[in-house]
């Protein structure tokens, strides 16, 4: 048995920092990072345009298999965390279009890729919520990366991403709008604990958690 966790939230959130406190803090859980350097380079090598239908297709394409690849590299640990899974690959392949105003039938022109995909999504998600003002100071003290695409995910994806996993039964909701960066990590500890306590206790007598 293989359990898959995976963080959700805007940009700039701090999901990232949480998994990497998870993956400093808790030997038991492996940590699935979102690397995607391969697909992105494939992307500018073929000159494919996400604003064109049919190398969105293509594009999805690329990004679907890539992620059942993830997916099943993590069955081989008994708990895995991802920092976004499978989960968002099916609502951004579904939803970045409509963000856009593009009236495309992407379900059914991919839609043996994302039968695929269905069968990668978590056990389990927690959403890290926080309010505009919030994530527009993290994304000011984040140096490290440039977030093009900040503004467009803010106004017109996290929206449609907030109802998604609002409608999603093993979805769980943190506000971390008064939480440190510290504090967002050790809840999100706790709610892997707690997880894996009810469906993995296994793990729990190995580590006397």
């Not at 048995?1 to 949480?18: N, P, R, W, Y």
């Not at 293509?58 to 991802?82: F, G, H, N």
Request: with cysteine; proline share 3%.
């Amino acid at each position: 048995m293989s359990i898959v966790l995976s963080l959700q939230g805007c940009m700039a959130v701090g999901k990232t920092t949480a998994v990497n406190y998870i993956g400093r803090n808790s030997p038991y859980v492996h940590i699935s990072y979102e690397l995607n350097d391969d697909v992105v380079d494939e992307i500018k090598s073929k000159n494919l345009d996400k604003n064109k239908f049919s190398d969105y297709i293509e594009i999805q394409k690329l990004w679907i298999t890539k992620e059942i690849v993830r997916w099943e590299k993590a069955q081989k640990y008994k708990c895995s965390l991802m920092d976004f899974g499978a989960e968002e690959i099916e609502f951004y392949t579904l939803n970045y279009p409509k963000s856009m105003g593009f009236d495309w039938d992407v379900e059914s022109n991919l839609k043996n890729e994302l039968y695929r995909l269905h069968q990668c999504l978590p056990n389990r998600i927690l959403f890290l919520d926080a309010s505009e003002d919030v994530l527009r100071v993290h994304k000011e003290n984040d140096n490290t990366r440039s977030r093009d695409f900040f503004e467009h995910h803010l106004a017109n994806l996290l929206p449609l991403k907030k109802k998604w996993f609002l409608n999603k039964e093993n979805a769980d909701f943190l506000n971390v709008d008064n939480l440190n960066p510290e504090e967002v990590a050790i809840a999100v500890k706790k709610w892997i604990d707690d997880y894996l306590k009810v469906f993995m206790p296994n793990i729990i007598d190995e580590y006397n958690l």
